[in-house]
């Protein structure tokens, strides 16, 4: 059974920083291209940061501030999040990229908020 768990999430300040984590079971993860999703408030979901054979692609709002990387001896995804914006505010959620409706975790919530 296919299992994503993400963590991390909290309430920061604008310009700050947080490390959100998403641990897999049930793939062999280390050959599974993975991403990093979200959804804000009265918004879709929208893939913010996609991992694929070691080679990052990035949402244009999130470039340059966001870092995914992975550790396949952990079975873990992370998502590096810097200069956080109002904006960025959202439950953040892990998956395959590309995605499965079957595959959706609780998610973690981000607020960014002075």
């Known amino acids: 059974q296919v299992q994503f768990m993400e963590s991390g999430g909290g309430l920061v300040q604008p310009g700050g920083s947080l490390r959100l984590s998403c641990a897999a079971s049930?793939?062999?993860?280390?050959?599974?291209?993975m991403a990093w999703y979200r959804q804000a408030p009265g918004k879709q979901r929208e893939a913010v940061a996609t991992?694929?054979?070691?080679?990052?692609n990035y949402a244009a709002s999130v470039k340059g501030r966001f870092t995914i990387s992975r550790d396949n001896a952990k079975n873990t995804v992370y998502l590096q999040m810097d200069s956080l914006q109002p904006e960025d505010t959202a439950v953040y959620y892990c998956?395959?990229?590309?995605?499965?409706?079957?595959?959706w975790g609780q998610g973690t919530q981000v607020t960014v908020s002075s």
């Open positions: 049930g793939v062999i993860f280390s050959i599974t291209a």
């Open positions: 991992l694929t054979r070691n080679t990052p």
């Open positions: 998956n395959i990229n590309p995605s499965s409706a079957k595959f």
